[in-house]
């Protein structure tokens, strides 16, 4: 049972980086690409009736987390306390950048909510990539299964690392440069002309930054977490989820290339997924390790919930989930095409 | 200042922030389906103008109720993570089927309503508006089943660590808290809604502009105003104020400002609780009445906080006290100026009216201020407990944030709110100023 939740909410928070990660993406290749007014226009409307969804994954993941896994959820969001209350504030400008943006026609409050927009998404892939590094690197969990992380110490991936290390910094790189690709692509799908040409451009360049972060966070990532090796020694089928990201790390560059936007971008979504999975089979039954002493490692089993409402989650939550695909479908249907 | 008192201020602050934006959208949603409903049965493209111009502040209004609902989920565990590890078992549900059930529905098909009346047939519109309706109300509702699970916890049991465990998920939705504290939320958001619309409404027919559509919001809020503010007392209040007095009578109590227990204990107007000499000052009572609202007998005897333990008063009674009396004083300004402005609107007088016009459109703010007031009712009337008769508040706390980093975020949200109220205010002047015609 407890597994079967570990998956879902990896599931909700793979569904939320790929579909909230695009529009995050788009909002870094904003300024990168989109010049005149026009074009900034064409690249909110190619977010614009989705992105909020997009962002309920996180809302709704962070709800599942906190049903599923209580004290996962209270020790892992006190002791991130600082970079989530900066996410927040990150989210609630961006969020207003791309609503209040088009109410004024003005020279002065475009471009203002276009920096802010661009800017607040830059910094939130950076903060979503050092939250996976702190989780694969772990935390000086206590006895009571409490911690509590500063921004950064000495930079050092050790006992007293802060939120930023070495690893987490090149992790939360990594996130950017990945995001950046999926979003270029993602406007590449939705828009024709200069900026459709400039997109894939920009996801060309991007992705030689993304081999390189990848191959660095790849090789040290199982020297910081000893875990991972474990935990693909005791299952090789897991091994499944890094193949998958690497087949759609290549396939991105040669769909890209041949002009194929759609797969490129589907492409993009399976390699994030398939790193996304990597990470989570990796840590497995680990939901946040112990960088002091491993037996005070938070896992599945000491912070899921009583067997009960998980057991009477499964009736909502399913029938929730064919719902919530539903309108997915329908809305991104409804919204198929160029803008 | 301590850390307790700091991470209570951090909530209280977001929470009465955020809960400004929330209460229109679920009022205005409901109105909203009136106006479609009125623009669908008459054909009549007026009420479309309408119905276009609430839903853009509808629009500006949602997005700011979204950015600041985000904090909210990840306080429980940023702030309040003993809380959220005692009790992630039991109220997780609830949140997380808010997530999953309402903020799909609602951001799915709030897009489809604001940009899709060009594709879709005006009936399928229609639909979409009721989803954002429902959506939004249903959110509303697993809200409110959260917070009644606090104040009257059931289906529950203690573990060995004093874990709280689920026993019965049917019993998170048949709490008999759960039904009239929804009714009484939902009611309230249907009155600041009315009020607001009513009150724009009342801008245009005073300053001589848009003069049509200020006939419609007068006429379509004080109608729904009426009806709501009149549900607000009866039955939503007197149900709620029931549950209150069966199952936290010390609240009732201290809400009353009722220091002794008395057999026909008055029901006090005005007066200013004494907590250290145990008395009300200057109060302007009505005697017996508290009495008989409570069990419809003139001389029942209710009891006063003098029959409670002092460590089970809600901690600070003299501002839950304030807070009760300005809801329930707003509450009757509301009932009496809304059956006037609906008996000038049935004479045919209203809209000429220009006293009763100047009236409802600077009662604005407060309905805000009453809803406000009622929810420091609930949570100051919940204290000293953080989930009644099982935990209390100063047990609740993350013990690992420190007040210096509680205090750092409470300036940057207040901050940010600042920021985000004046910009809030800035589109809503200027879409008014606009006016319903003005094409987005």
Redesign the interface.
């Known amino acids: 049972m407890e597994t079967t939740w570990f998956c879902f909410v990896a599931l909700m928070l793979g569904a939320y980086v790929v579909l909230d990660g695009f529009d995050l993406g788009a909002g870094v290749a904003h300024l990168l690409i989109a010049h005149s007014d026009d074009e900034r226009r064409a690249v909110l409307r190619s977010i614009g009736p989705v992105w909020d969804g997009n962002e309920v994954w996180l809302l709704a993941a962070g709800g599942t987390l906190y049903f599923a896994f209580p004290a996962l959820y209270a020790s892992s969001f006190s002791g991130f306390y600082l970079p989530l209350m900066i996410v927040l504030w990150l989210l609630i400008l961006r969020g207003i950048s791309i609503e209040f943006r088009n109410h004024i026609e003005s020279l002065v409050w475009h471009p203002f909510w276009d920096a802010v927009f661009a800017g607040s998404s830059a910094l939130l892939t950076i903060f979503f990539g050092a939250a996976l590094g702190n989780v694969v690197r772990g935390v000086p969990l206590d006895h009571a299964g409490d911690f509590f992380l500063p921004l950064w110490t000495d930079f050092t991936a050790g006992p007293e690392a802060g939120i930023l290390d070495w690893y987490t910094v090149l992790v939360a790189i990594a996130a950017l440069l990945a995001l950046t690709a999926h979003g270029a692509l993602w406007l590449a799908l939705k828009n024709r002309g200069v900026l459709h040409a400039r997109a894939r451009v920009l996801a060309s360049i991007v992705w030689w930054a993304v081999l390189a972060a990848v191959i660095t966070i790849t090789l040290v990532s199982f020297h910081v977490q000893p875990h991972l090796q474990q935990s693909f020694d005791a299952r090789p089928w897991a091994y499944a989820f890094p193949l998958i990201a690497l087949v759609g790390l290549f396939s991105m560059k040669i769909m890209n290339a041949t002009g194929r936007d759609k797969e490129a971008f589907l492409s993009s979504c399976a390699f994030i997924l398939g790193m996304l999975t990597s990470v989570a089979a990796g840590l497995y039954p680990y939901v946040l390790p112990s960088s002091t002493d491993p037996a005070l490692s938070l896992t599945i089993y000491n912070t899921a919930a009583a067997r009960y409402g998980l057991e009477v989650g499964l009736f909502w939550f399913i029938p929730g989930m064919l719902l919530t695909s539903a309108y997915f479908i329908y809305t991104y249907r409804s919204f198929a095409g160029k803008v | 200042m301590d850390a307790l008192t700091l991470h209570r201020l951090h909530f209280a602050f977001t929470i009465t922030f955020h809960y400004l934006f929330p209460q229109l959208t679920m009022g205005l949603a409901l109105l909203i389906l009136v106006l479609k409903t009125m623009a669908l049965r008459t054909g009549n493209e007026h009420y479309h103008h309408a119905a276009r111009f609430w839903a853009r502040i509808f629009?500006?209004n949602f997005?700011?109720g979204?950015?600041?609902g985000?904090?909210m989920?990840?306080q429980?565990?940023?702030?309040w993570?003993?809380f959220?590890?005692a009790?992630?078992?039991?109220i997780?549900?609830t949140?997380?089927?808010?997530?999953?059930?309402s903020?799909?529905?609602e951001?799915?098909?709030?897009?489809?309503f604001l940009?899709?009346e060009k594709?879709l047939s005006p009936k399928a519109h229609w639909f979409a508006a009721f989803l954002v309706f429902f959506g939004s109300w249903l959110s509303g509702f697993f809200i409110i089943a959260t917070n009644a699970w606090m104040q009257h916890p059931t289906g529950y049991r203690l573990?060995a660590g004093g874990?709280i465990?689920?026993?019965s998920?049917a019993a998170l939705f048949t709490n008999p808290w759960l039904f009239w504290q929804y009714l009484h939320n939902m009611t309230g958001a249907v009155v600041t809604a009315s009020f607001v619309m009513a009150s724009v409404g009342a801008f245009y027919l005073l300053s001589h502009t848009h003069e049509p559509y200020g006939r419609t919001f007068v006429r379509v809020g004080v109608i729904a105003g009426t009806i709501s503010s009149f549900l607000m007392a009866f039955p939503t209040g007197d149900g709620q104020g029931k549950n209150i007095a069966f199952h936290q009578p010390v609240t009732l109590a201290a809400m009353e400002g009722l220091f002794h227990t008395e057999n026909g204990a008055p029901l006090a107007i005005l007066g200013q609780p004494d907590t250290e000499k145990h008395r009300l000052d200057n109060p302007l009572i009505v005697p017996n009445a508290l009495s008989f609202l409570t069990y419809q007998r003139w001389h029942a005897e209710v009891r006063g906080l003098d029959s409670f333990p002092r460590d089970v008063w809600p901690d600070n009674v003299q501002l839950l006290y304030y807070s009760y009396h300005i809801m329930v004083g707003l509450g009757t300004i509301f009932t009496g100026l809304m059956a006037l402005a609906a008996f000038a609107l049935w004479r045919g007088t209203l809209y000429r009216s220009r006293r009763l016009l100047w009236l409802v459109m600077l009662m604005l703010p407060f309905p805000y201020i009453a809803t406000t007031a009622g929810w420091m009712t609930a949570e100051l009337g919940r204290q000293p407990w953080l989930i009644y008769g099982i935990m209390r508040t100063p047990t609740g706390f993350?013990?690992?944030?420190?007040a210096g980093?509680v205090l750092?975020?409470l300036i940057?949200f207040m901050g940010?709110y600042t920021i985000?109220g004046i910009?809030f205010l800035f589109?809503i002047h200027?879409e008014i100023e606009e006016g319903p015609e003005h094409a987005a």
Do not use: D, K, Y
């Not at chain 2, 429980?76 to 702030?79: D, L, S, V």
């Not at chain 2, 009790?87 to 039991?90: C, P, Q």
């Not at chain 2, 949140?95 to 059930?101: I, R, T």
């Open positions: 629009a500006v997005a700011v979204v950015v600041t985000i904090p989920e990840f429980f565990g940023t702030n993570s003993r959220s590890r009790a992630g078992g039991v997780g549900q949140l997380a089927m808010e997530g999953v059930f903020f799909f529905l951001s799915s098909f709030l897009g489809v940009f899709g594709r573990g874990e465990l689920l026993t998920f993350s013990p690992h944030v420190s980093n750092f975020t940057g940010m985000l910009l589109l200027r």
